[in-house]
Nanobody, 123 residues
Framework: QVELVESGGGLVQAGGSLRLSCAAS????????MAWFRQAPGKEREFVAA????????YYADSVKGRFTISRNNAKNTVYLQMNSLKPEDTAVYYC????????????????WGQGTQVTVSS
């Protein structure tokens, strides 16, 4: 059974930074990619960033390019999301996702999800 556990959310002022972590356990060797999504109240879940497990390719939503960085620690089976220059519109529950075959931006294609961590950016 694959398990993803996020941590690192919290309350931060606009312009500040947070680093989210997603620790994976289980059949992590079968993952093709791990990704971050977010969902704000009343909105659909949206893609934030993805990182292929087997190489260094990274993908970002246009709204976070230049501000957010996805990275990984293979030894710890952990993926991080460094979020800088945060804006109030970044406020959302952030979810970690993984899939053995898919590394794109469509949420329903990912078969493993964490429980989410709240990020709140005050103006």
């Amino acid at each position: 059974q694959v398990e993803l556990v996020e941590s690192g959310g919290g309350l931060v002022q606009a312009g500040g930074s947070l680093r989210l972590s997603c620790a994976a356990s289980g059949r992590t060797s079968s993952f093709y990619a791990m990704a971050w999504f977010r969902q704000a109240p009343g909105k659909e879940r949206e893609f934030v960033a993805a990182h292929r497990w087997s190489d260094t390719n990274k993908y970002y939503a246009d709204s976070v390019k230049g501000r957010f960085t996805i990275s990984r620690n293979n030894a710890k089976n952990t993926v991080y999301l460094q979020m800088n220059s945060l804006k109030p519109e970044d406020t959302a529950v952030y979810y970690c996702a993984a899939d053995p075959y898919y590394s794109g931006s469509v949420a329903v294609e990912y078969d493993s999800w964490g429980q989410g961590t709240q990020v709140t950016v005050s103006s």
